[in-house]
C-alpha cells in the first residue's frame, strides 16, 4: 500500500473522519495522520513503533495532557488496515511522562459510541481519580483526572475498567504507558526515552481476516483469551535497531490473560533493575523473567560484544519471538550504574490479617465467595495502618491479584520469603498466583481516605475479572 492510498483509506474512514469532525481543528488532526503515515512506513519495514510521548501544557502549576479515546484504523498487515481502538493514536496510546512531585491533569475525552472508563494502573491517586468502574466516561463527554504525583518513579499504565467490558476494551486497544521519572536516576540509567529507554507493551491478540477476534467461547471466559500473534507497541515481529552499548527495556505484559516467559538467544543474562513500582536496591542478573498480565519489568541488556549482530527477545510460553535487536558495528557509551538504584523502606510490624480466596460459583469466579458488586464495599481498610494481606488460590487455573490505591510488599510464597522471585522483591501492585499458590503481602494505605468512594482489587486475567473476580475497598 502505497502513502497516497494509506492516506486515502484514513480520510475516507468513518471512524477517523468521526474523529476530525470531532476534533473540531482539521489541521492538527491532518498533522495526526501524517504521522500515522510515517508509523504505518515504520510497521512495513517491522521497524519498533515506539509510542509518542504526549504532548501537554500548563494550566498553572498543573500539567495538562488531553487523551482522547477514538476508533482509528491500524495497520497490523501489509496492505489491509485493521479497525482498532486507540488514545491519540491509531492502536494503544501515547505515553504519558510525569516527574515525582508534579502536579498533573489529565483528560480523557470520549470520542467511542460507548462508555468506557480510563484506570491509572499503579498510580498511587485518591479514589475519586482511580478512573476504575464508578467513574465512567460517558460518549462525547471528558472525565479528568487530577493529582500530584506521590510515588517513586515506574512504568505504570493505563487502561478501561468499566465493568463487564474491560476485557473487550483492552483487546480492540485502548491502553497506553505512564512513566514516572525523577532526576537521580536519570543520572544512572540509559534514559533517552525510544533510543536507549524503550517501552515494549507485549501483548496476545488474535486476528480474523486481518480484524482482530475478541470472541471468547465460555472456554475462553474460564481460562483468559489467549493465543494468536504476539503484538509488540502495535506490531507484529517487530526490529529495533540500536545504537547504545547499554539498553533499558520497560516491559509490559498488556495480555488479556496470557503469562510469558522472556529471555534472550545470545546473552546468558540481562540485569533486572525494577519491578511493577519500584527500583530494587541493586541490578539483578538474571537469565529469564515470567510474567503475567499486567505485571511489569525494568531490564538493562549490555550490547558489547554483540557487534554486527542481532539479538532475539524471546517467549517461552509462546515458542514466539517478542523482539529483534539489530547491533550495527559501533555502539555509543551511555551510563549505566547497577548499584544503589534505592532503598526500601524497613518494613513495619502489621496491625491486622486480612485473607483473599479465590473460587468459582456457578460459573462465575469469586474472592471469598463472593462474586463483584459494584454497590457493596467488601472490605474497610484503616489509614497508614500496616497489614498483613494472605491471597490464597485453591483452585486448579492460574490467576493474579492486583489492588488499586497503593502499593505491596511480597513477603512470602507458599510459606517462605526464598519463593519470592527477583522480580516480586520490591514494591508491586500486580502478583500471580498459580494453582494452590498462597502469597503474603506487606500493605499500607497512605495519604487518601475516603469512606464514600471505593477501589477495587481483583484478578488481573481480564475475563476473569468480568465475570466476577473483583471485589472493593474504601480507606477510612
Known amino acids: 500500500m502505497t502513502r497516497r492510498n494509506f492516506l486515502r483509506q484514513a480520510l475516507v474512514g468513518a471512524a477517523l473522519v468521526g474523529e476530525a469532525q470531532a476534533f473540531g481543528n482539521w489541521s492538527e488532526w491532518l498533522k495526526r495522520e501524517y504521522c500515522k503515515v510515517k508509523e504505518y512506513i515504520l510497521l512495513q519495514k517491522r521497524e519498533l513503533l515506539i509510542p509518542k510521548l504526549a504532548s501537554y501544557r500548563y494550566e498553572g502549576e498543573y500539567k495538562v495532557f488531553d487523551m482522547n479515546i477514538q476508533r482509528a484504523l491500524h495497520p497490523f498487515f501489509e496492505g489491509e488496515m485493521t479497525h482498532t481502538y486507540g488514545i491519540n493514536a491509531s492502536y494503544l496510546g501515547e505515553t504519558i511522562l510525569l516527574g515525582v512531585g508534579e502536579k498533573v491533569k489529565i483528560n480523557y475525552s470520549n470520542f467511542l459510541s460507548e462508555p468506557t472508563t480510563m484506570h491509572g494502573h499503579g498510580m498511587h491517586v485518591p479514589a475519586q481519580m482511580d478512573g476504575a468502574v464508578h467513574q465512567i466516561i460517558?460518549?462525547?463527554?471528558?472525565?479528568?483526572?487530577?493529582?500530584?504525583?506521590?510515588?517513586?518513579?515506574?512504568?505504570?499504565?493505563?487502561?478501561?475498567?468499566?465493568?463487564?467490558?474491560?476485557?473487550?476494551?483492552?483487546?480492540?486497544?485502548?491502553?497506553?504507558?505512564?512513566?514516572?521519572?525523577?532526576?537521580?536516576?536519570?543520572?544512572?540509567?540509559?534514559?533517552?526515552?525510544?533510543?536507549?529507554?524503550?517501552?515494549?507493551?507485549?501483548?496476545?491478540?488474535?486476528?480474523?481476516?486481518?480484524?482482530?477476534?475478541?470472541?471468547?467461547?465460555?472456554?475462553?471466559?474460564?481460562?483468559?483469551?489467549?493465543?494468536?500473534?504476539?503484538?509488540?507497541?502495535?506490531?507484529?515481529?517487530?526490529?529495533?535497531?540500536?545504537?547504545?552499548?547499554?539498553?533499558?527495556?520497560?516491559?509490559?505484559?498488556?495480555?488479556?490473560?496470557?503469562?510469558?516467559?522472556?529471555?534472550?538467544?545470545?546473552?546468558?543474562?540481562?540485569?533486572?533493575?525494577?519491578?511493577?513500582?519500584?527500583?530494587?536496591?541493586?541490578?539483578?542478573?538474571?537469565?529469564?523473567?515470567?510474567?503475567?498480565?499486567?505485571?511489569?519489568?525494568?531490564?538493562?541488556?549490555?550490547?558489547?560484544?554483540?557487534?554486527?549482530?542481532?539479538?532475539?527477545?524471546?517467549?517461552?510460553?509462546?515458542?514466539?519471538?517478542?523482539?529483534?535487536?539489530?547491533?550495527?558495528?559501533?555502539?555509543?557509551?551511555?551510563?549505566?550504574?547497577?548499584?544503589?538504584?534505592?532503598?526500601?523502606?524497613?518494613?513495619?510490624?502489621?496491625?491486622?490479617?486480612?485473607?483473599?480466596?479465590?473460587?468459582?460459583?456457578?460459573?462465575?469466579?469469586?474472592i471469598n465467595g463472593k462474586t463483584m458488586d459494584k454497590d457493596r464495599i467488601d472490605e474497610f481498610i484503616p489509614l497508614d495502618q500496616p497489614q498483613e494481606w494472605v491471597v490464597e488460590n485453591p483452585t486448579r487455573m492460574a490467576h493474579n491479584f492486583h489492588v488499586h490505591a497503593t502499593h505491596f510488599r511480597v513477603l512470602e510464597r507458599n510459606g517462605s520469603s526464598a519463593n519470592v522471585r527477583a522480580w516480586e522483591r520490591g514494591y508491586k501492585d500486580t502478583v500471580f498466583l498459580g494453582p494452590g499458590d498462597r502469597v503474603k503481602l506487606h500493605i499500607v494505605m497512605r495519604d487518601f481516605a475516603d469512606p464514600s468512594a471505593p477501589y477495587m482489587y481483583h484478578c488481573h486475567i481480564l475475563e476473569h475479572e468480568d465475570n466476577g473476580m473483583m471485589g472493593q475497598f474504601v480507606v477510612i
Open 138 to 366: 460517558h460518549p462525547s463527554s471528558t472525565w479528568s483526572a487530577v493529582f500530584e504525583v506521590k510515588q517513586s518513579p515506574a512504568t505504570n499504565w493505563y487502561h478501561p475498567h468499566l465493568m463487564g467490558e474491560t476485557a473487550r476494551q483492552v483487546y480492540q486497544g485502548l491502553a497506553g504507558l505512564i512513566l514516572i521519572e525523577d532526576k537521580e536516576h536519570m543520572l544512572k540509567l540509559p534514559n533517552e526515552y525510544g533510543v536507549d529507554d524503550i517501552p515494549l507493551v507485549i501483548q496476545q491478540r488474535r486476528f480474523k481476516n486481518n480484524q482482530i477476534d475478541y470472541s471468547p467461547s465460555r472456554m475462553d471466559m474460564m481460562r483468559g483469551y489467549i493465543g494468536g500473534e504476539l503484538v509488540v507497541n502495535g506490531g507484529i515481529n517487530p526490529v529495533f535497531k540500536a545504537k547504545r552499548k547499554f539498553l533499558r527495556l520497560r516491559i509490559l505484559n498488556g495480555s488479556n490473560a496470557s503469562m510469558m516467559q522472556l529471555q534472550f538467544d545470545k546473552i546468558p543474562k540481562f540485569y533486572l533493575i525494577g519491578g511493577d513500582n519500584s527500583f530494587l536496591p541493586d541490578a539483578v542478573p538474571l537469565s529469564s523473567i515470567f510474567l503475567s498480565p499486567a505485571e511489569r519489568v525494568e531490564i538493562v541488556v549490555d550490547l558489547d560484544g554483540l557487534q554486527n549482530s542481532s539479538l532475539r527477545l524471546l517467549d517461552q510460553i509462546s515458542a514466539k519471538e517478542v523482539l529483534r535487536i539489530e547491533v550495527g558495528s559501533s555502539l555509543e557509551e551511555n551510563l549505566f550504574n547497577p548499584n544503589d538504584l534505592t532503598r526500601l523502606e524497613d518494613l513495619s510490624l502489621a496491625s491486622g490479617q486480612k485473607v483473599f480466596r479465590f473460587g468459582m460459583r456457578r460459573m462465575r469466579f469469586t
